[in-house]
C-alpha cells in the first residue's frame, strides 16, 4: 500500500489540475476534477476542538502559480494562524525533477535552466518560474514565515 504524507494540488492558468504526490513522481494529472477550491477551515476547527494540532504542509512555486495566488495564500494562513489553527506549518518549493512531468513541461516551455551549483533541489527557490520570480518566492517565504510563525513540522 503506496503512502504518502505530503500531498499538495496545483492547477494550471489554462485549468488543468494536477497532484504533486511526492512518492512516485512529482507531478500527476488528475482527470475529472475541474478546479480546486479554498482550503476548508472548518476541518481545522473541528481538530483544534477535538484537542488535535493542526499541521499545515505545502508548496510554493507550482506550476502557473501566480504573485496572487501566493498572496491569497498569505492572507489565509495569516487568518488561520490568528484563529489558533495552525500549530505546525511547512512550506516547499516545487522544483522540476529528472523523469517528472514538470521537468518536461519546463523542457519543452524553454523555461528550465541548469541547477545551481547548491543542486536540483534549489534550481526553482533560486531561479523562479515563468510566473514568479526566484527573488519573489524568497520574499513570500519570509512573508509565510512573517504571518504565520507556526514551528515547524517535527518540533515541539
Known amino acids: ?4 504524507f505530503w500531498p499538495s494540488w496545483t492547477q494550471t492558468v489554462e485549468g488543468t489540475v494536477y497532484l504533486v504526490d511526492g512518492w512516485r513522481s512529482s507531478l500527476i494529472r488528475v482527470d475529472g476534477l475541474d478546479s480546486i477550491e479554498r482550503f476548508p477551515e472548518s476541518s481545522l476547527r473541528v481538530s483544534k476542538e477535538a484537542g488535535i494540532k493542526n499541521a499545515v504542509l505545502m508548496m510554493v512555486g507550482n506550476y502557473g ?5 501566493l498572496a491569497l495564500t498569505a492572507e489565509t494562513l495569516g487568518e488561520m494562524y490568528r484563529e489558533g489553527l495552525i500549530q505546525y506549518r511547512q512550506t516547499t ?16 516551455e524553454g523555461w ?4 545551481s551549483d547548491q543542486g536540483e533541489q ?8 515563468p510566473w514568479v520570480s526566484g527573488d519573489r ?4 517565504l519570509r512573508e ?3 504571518l504565520c510563525p507556526a514551528g515547524e513540522w517535527g518540533q515541539a
Request: include cysteine; hydrophobic fraction near 25%.
Open 1 to 4: 500500500h503506496d503512502e504518502n
Open 65 to 69: 502559480e501566480t504573485e496572487a495566488d
Open 93 to 108: 518549493v516545487c522544483t522540476p525533477m529528472p523523469g517528472t512531468e514538470l521537468m518536461k513541461r519546463a523542457q519543452e
Open 112 to 115: 528550465y535552466q541548469e541547477p
Open 122 to 129: 534549489m534550481l526553482t527557490v533560486h531561479q523562479g518560474t
Open 137 to 140: 518566492l524568497q520574499y513570500w
Open 144 to 146: 509565510f514565515d512573517r
